[in-house]
């Protein structure tokens, strides 16, 4: 506490003398309570804190996400190069060639 004022302690009394430390309520580091206390505090985070576990399942849902869409992105480029080869070694040329012949036609018939 701040101010002048006489701190208590655990069981309610008053320090006996200013300079000496307060108790601490769960007593020294390797006691008992303490342990039961770090136990205590590590089943609690098991059981309830899924940060971790939804944290994994995150990185597991993108992980899979980005291989699927990778997947599925190379299939589409896959299509898109055979249509395109296609175009340029079949339909290209036919089109060419069939216009050609309409032209040829509309030349003979007007000249």
Known sequence: MSGGGSETTVGGEAAAGGGEKKRDSLGTAGS????????????HSRLLDHRPV?????????????????LREMRVLENLRNMIRETNEHTLPKCRETMQDSLNDVLQRYL
Do not use: S
């Open 32 to 43: 008992p309570a303490h342990l039961i206390i770090k136990d205590l505090g590590e089943i």
């Open 54 to 70: 939804i944290q994994g399942e995150t990185r597991y849902f993108v992980k899979e996400f980005e291989e699927k869409r990778g």
